[in-house]
């Protein structure tokens, strides 16, 4: 069973930078839609961006244009997110997903994106100091 595993979460002053990891086990990645999401305490899960089998990128979050971007290593079974010019509104827990069923990202106008995917990571804690 594909297992996925964050990392590269911490604390960071504002305007820092943080390159999130997410490592596969158990199955390769390279077929399916991974993406990224974030939970800040008290709000709801929100989708950061994503990226297709085709290597198809989907960006979803607009306060992250320009500073966050996604990126796959097929050869590590690895998807990054490179997080610039990070603020203290980034700061939340942030989890990678992949839909083992799927080959694309959810659609910007597609609402529920998170319910697609069906293997979770356990989330990594990125906090941002203003």
């Known amino acids: 069973q594909l297992q996925l595993a964050e990392s590269g979460g911490g604390l960071v002053q504002s305007g820092g930078s943080l390159r999130l990891s997410c490592s596969a086990s158990?199955?390769?990645?390279?077929?399916?839609?991974q993406a990224w999401f974030r939970q800040a305490p008290g709000k709801e899960r929100e989708e950061v961006s994503c990226v297709a089998g085709s290597g198809e990128i989907t960006d979803y979050l607009d306060s992250v244009k320009d500073r966050f971007s996604i990126s796959r290593d097929r050869a590590k079974n690895t998807v990054y997110l490179q997080m610039n010019d990070l603020q203290p509104e980034d700061t939340a827990v942030y989890y990678c997903?992949?839909?083992?069923?799927?080959?694309?990202?959810?659609?910007?106008?597609?609402?529920?994106?998170?319910?697609?995917?069906?293997?979770w990571g356990q989330g990594t804690q990125v906090t941002v100091s203003s």
């Open positions: 997903a992949t839909n083992t069923n799927g080959y694309r990202c959810p659609y910007r106008f597609e609402g529920q994106k998170a319910r697609v995917f069906n293997s």
């Open positions: 158990g199955g390769s990645l390279e077929l399916y839609p």
